[in-house]
Nanobody, 126 residues
Framework: QVQLVESGGGLVQAGGSLSLSCAAS????????MGWFRQAPGKEREFVAA????????YYADSVKGRFTISRDRAKNTVSLQMNSLKPEDTAVYYC???????????????????WGQGTQVTVSS
């Protein structure tokens, strides 16, 4: 059974930092694109960041560009999201996603991902 498990969420003051991690199990995603999305209360889920299979190409939402960094460890089957200079508007449940297709991506849209984690809450206080 394929699982994506996020960790690292929590409560932080505005201007602070958090590092999210997503560990995949059940299959290898070393040749697959992976990404992070988030959903704030009352809003639709939105794209945050994505990385291609090799780690050589990344995409970011304009709202997080310059503050967030996505990275991956192909050997460990993990993807991470370093979040700096956090703002209250970054408060959301953050989801990890993975594509089942080899060598494509990175992807900005939800439908291009086949596997999703349960999410981890990030709360930024003002």
């Amino acid at each position: 059974q394929v699982q994506l498990v996020e960790s690292g969420g929590g409560l932080v003051q505005a201007g602070g930092s958090l590092s999210l991690s997503c560990a995949a199990s059940g299959r290898s995603f070393r040749r697959s694109a992976m990404g992070w999305f988030r959903q704030a209360p009352g809003k639709e889920r939105e794209f945050v960041a994505a990385i291609n299979w090799s780690g050589g190409s990344t995409y970011y939402a304009d709202s997080v560009k310059g503050r967030f960094t996505i990275s991956r460890d192909r050997a460990k089957n993990t993807v991470s999201l370093q979040m700096n200079s956090l703002k209250p508007e970054d408060t959301a449940v953050y989801y990890c996603a993975a594509d089942s297709t080899d060598y494509y991506g990175p992807h900005r849209t939800e439908y291009e991902y086949d596997y999703w984690g349960q999410g981890t809450q990030v709360t930024v206080s003002s």
